[in-house]
């Protein structure tokens, strides 16, 4: 088992998902996560170190758990951070209907030992 003394972990999800649930058809949802989720997986590449997975409605990211990142884990979080908002704020919630805008996100971080 591998640990780690301090690992920075970032969660976000969309902003009103249950109501926008609620209001899509499930394949919009879906392709709104699948755009989304694949944004933030070649942005997690471009800031070079940490890896993502998305969930259902939740996408996480972490630094500092595959590669020695022991000096600037929680910058390279907070500069993804960062993109990922600008990211959200550029992708439609429905390609088919503009009007309903753009996505909005919510994150967290956290530098915190690691197991």
Not at 74 to 88: C, E, I, N, S, T
Request: aromatic share 6%; proline share 2%; glycine share 8%.
């Amino acid at each position: 088992v591998a640990t780690h003394n301090c690992a920075t972990l970032l969660c976000c999800d969309i902003v009103d998902f249950a109501h926008l649930s609620k209001d899509l058809a499930s394949i919009k949802i879906a392709d709104l996560l699948q755009r989304l989720f694949d944004k933030f997986g070649e942005l997690a590449d471009l800031q070079s170190g940490h890896q993502g997975r998305g969930g259902w409605a939740a996408w996480m990211g972490s630094a500092n758990c595959i590669r020695d990142q022991s000096t600037d884990h929680a910058k390279r979080m907070a500069q993804f951070g960062f993109v990922a908002v600008q990211a959200a704020s550029e992708t439609l919630v429905c390609e088919g209907s503009p009007q309903r805008g753009f996505a909005q996100i919510q994150m967290t971080i956290h530098a915190v030992p690691v197991m």
